[in-house]
């Protein structure tokens, strides 16, 4: 049942879906024909049980103009490295979504002790694992409490289904085919447990989750896939080998893509018609040029766009060809907070910055050592700040004259009920790329 009211006295909708087996019990309920721009709240009816009541929010009409929006980024929840206090604080932010960057899950254990909860399973492969495993992040209540108070937006990164794998290649090294039927298990279970359309169902390996909403005439969110599309990662560490940034001059030649064709060309399609004022692209990994070798010479992470710096040259020179309105990147993955500018030649930092990157760092996953991310600051003045040393996500208020970004990180993550402190803030002037510190 739908309703106006939080009561559930004004009913708008109500209707009988399907549960069934194959899809894990899960529905992917979709209404139209709703008022724009307003808060509606819902219940689930399972024979004599009820579900608690959640609350949604539809977008504003296209075009229409609106003055306000709030946002909460998250990425990184590894369930035995802490709780997920972080989306406690969430609910006292009037937000009006909540965008998923990845690694929702975690398809192995790792982390150093003593973790604070504990996979089943050392690592996970078949389809009934992958359920499994979102069952048991879904135990948390302060998680499932954050998806009844809003919408969500959700991306994938890597261990959705396996560590640092792109299309059909495993950082493992297994059989392709055989990490081709892994990974429709996983996308399956990801559709199912996730708030997906139900244009998203996949079909075996293939999900369809790049996307785009609008909000009124103030804001374009544009979701991108940096995993299912993307070319082999070159200079990949040995299978079973040591996990490390790499020099790898083959990158200065890189006919590879991290979106995949298709994408890239969908991609510049709604760069060319976008008109909003303030245009977010939310995706799993670092954009921003980091060399990872002091002084001379190079030295990359090639599992981000580092690793892929055609890919990421055309993305920055579709933004100047279209001139799209104030573009703002919305990463994840490192666990780390990071703020920094993309210039439109992102090894170049003479020439001018045509966009803004914030990297949320995790709601739970262990951090990055800090003495690492300072030496990405003092090599790369491209960053403005960065601290691994906190869990949290980044809060955004847009207006139509500035971004700003609150860094909010949590005093722990060992305990559910946690402090949080705004580590800093910075502000996106309209019409003015690159961060400001508040």
Request: proline share 7%; hydrophobic share 35%; aromatic share 10%.
């Amino acid at each position: 049942v739908l309703a106006a009211d939080e009561r559930l006295e004004k009913v708008v909708r109500s209707g009988t879906a399907y549960a069934t087996p194959d899809w894990a019990y899960s529905i992917h309920v979709e209404l139209t024909r709703l008022e724009p721009g307003r808060p509606y709240w819902y219940r689930f009816t399972v024979g004599g049980a009820q579900s608690p009541i959640g609350r949604t929010h539809t977008a504003p009409a296209a075009g229409a103009p609106l003055d306000k929006l709030r946002i909460a980024v998250a990425s990184c929840q590894q369930y035995e490295h802490g709780y997920y206090g972080a989306y406690r604080h969430m609910l006292d932010d009037e937000l009006d979504f909540i965008v998923h960057l990845g690694d929702y899950i975690y398809e192995e254990s790792w982390g150093v002790p003593p973790l604070v909860r504990h996979h089943p399973q050392r690592e996970v492969y078949t389809l009934d694992d992958y359920r499994a495993q979102y069952a048991l992040y879904k135990q948390d209540p302060d998680l499932r409490a954050a998806h009844a108070a809003c919408p969500w937006f959700v991306t994938w990164d890597d261990h959705e289904v396996e560590n640092d794998y792109a299309a059909d290649n495993s950082v493992n090294g297994d059989d392709p085919a055989w990490f081709h039927e892994r990974r429709a298990a996983a996308y399956r279970a990801y559709y199912e447990h996730l708030p997906l359309p139900r244009s998203a169902v996949p079909f075996g390996a293939n999900l369809q989750l790049f996307t785009s909403a609008a909000f009124g005439d103030l804001a374009s969110l544009t979701l991108l896939d940096t995993r299912q599309y993307r070319s082999a990662r070159l200079c990949p560490p040995p299978p079973g080998g040591r996990k490390e940034p790499m020099r790898c001059p083959a990158l200065e030649n890189d006919p590879g893509s991290m979106l995949g064709a298709r994408q890239e060309a969908w991609l510049d399609s709604r760069l060319a018609i976008g008109r909003a004022k303030w245009n977010l692209l939310a995706q799993g990994v670092v954009m921003s040029h980091i060399d990872e070798q002091p002084g001379p010479g190079r030295r990359y992470w090639t599992d981000s766009w580092n690793g892929y710096p055609a890919s990421r040259q055309r993305l920055l020179d579709a933004l100047g060809r279209h001139g799209t309105p104030n573009p703002v990147v919305l990463s994840g993955d490192i666990h780390t907070f990071l703020v920094g500018g993309l210039n439109a030649k992102p090894d170049d930092l003479s020439t001018k910055v045509v966009a803004t990157e914030f990297v949320t760092t995790s709601i739970s996953s262990q951090g990055l050592a800090e003495a690492r991310v300072e030496a990405f600051r003092q090599e790369n003045p491209n960053l403005v700040y960065g601290t691994s040393a906190h869990r949290g996500y980044l809060r955004l208020a847009l207006t139509p004259r500035r971004l700003t970004t609150d860094l909010v990180a949590m005093e722990r993550t060992d305990t559910r009920d946690t402090a949080r402190s705004t580590l800093a803030s910075f502000v996106v002037e309209d019409g003015v790329a690159g961060p400001v510190q508040a």
